[in-house]
T-cell receptor
Framework: EAGVAQSPRYKIIEKRQSVAFWCNPI?????LYWYQQILGQGPKLLIQ????????DSQLPKDRFSAERLKGVDSTLKIQPAKLEDSAVYLC????????????????FGAGTRLSVL | QQPVQSPQAVILREGEDAVINCSSS?????VHWYRQKHGEAPVFLMI?????EQMRHEKISASFNEKKQQSSLYLTASQLSYSGTYFC???????????FGAGTTVTVRA
């Protein structure tokens, strides 16, 4: 079974530039998550999709971050304009069914995109 | 509500044991444990459910103490492959998002 695919693996940009990340979840997984992981910290949820609808985006800095999941499969996360503090690894994860307790909420992660903002 | 993990880091020799704790200030529904090696994706190890039994993954086991609102991960007879950062993710009733701790970095040396 193919895992969660993310691209690119690395990205270096200057502040105020824009950047986009792509994620392809495990086939059949209804729920997709984007996390931000700053060095030395645990993943922090940015946004959660159930199929192609947003379930939770309470921690997404909406003035600069946006995300979409067209057709309930692939997703893109965009930052525009980027700030120095956006330097982090952006992880995408998927689960069979989100918002349900326990085993159905087991999340499978992609390898992430490491973003450096200079 | 981010759980608190302890210790922050631990260094072991092959064959030694270690315990990692994950504590919450709120009543837990479940705890998920993940391991992340440097530059790689976090990998799911096991899930502990409220009222459920102790779980195992190879020689790694975990328990869930509902009264203490805590889960513990036990690394028994550690192997070099156990090196990495271990994260707990906590679920709360009526809010089934995962909140991750800051992680515990485990280094196993030969």
């Amino acid at each position: 079974e193919a895992g969660v695919a993310q691209s690119p693996r690395y990205k270096i940009i200057e502040k105020r530039q824009s950047v986009a990340f792509w994620c392809n979840p495990i086939s059949g997984h209804a729920t997709l998550y984007w996390y931000q992981q700053i060095l030395g910290q645990g993943p922090k949820l940015l946004i959660q999709f159930q199929n192609n609808g947003v379930v939770d985006d309470s921690q997404l800095p909406k003035d600069r971050f946006s995300a979409e999941r067209l057709k309930g499969v692939d997703s893109t996360l965009k930052i525009q304009p980027a700030k120095l503090e956006d330097s982090a690894v952006y992880l995408c994860a998927s689960s069979l069914v989100g918002g349900k307790p326990g085993a159905k909420n087991i999340q499978y992660f992609g390898a992430g995109t490491r973003l450096s903002v200079l | 509500q981010q759980p608190v993990q302890s210790p922050q880091a631990v260094i072991l020799r092959e064959g030694e044991d270690a315990v990692i704790n994950c504590s919450s200030s709120k009543a837990l529904y479940s705890v998920h444990w993940y391991r992340q090696k440097h530059g790689e994706a976090p990998v799911f190890l096991m899930i502990l459910l409220k009222g459920g039994e102790q779980m195992r993954h190879e020689k790694i086991s975990a328990s869930f103490n509902e009264k203490k609102q805590q889960s513990s991960l036990y690394l028994t007879a550690s192997q070099l492959s156990y090196s990495g950062t271990y994260f707990c993710g906590t679920e709360y009733r009526n809010d089934y998002k995962l909140s991750f701790g800051a992680g515990t970095t485990v280094t196993v040396r030969a």
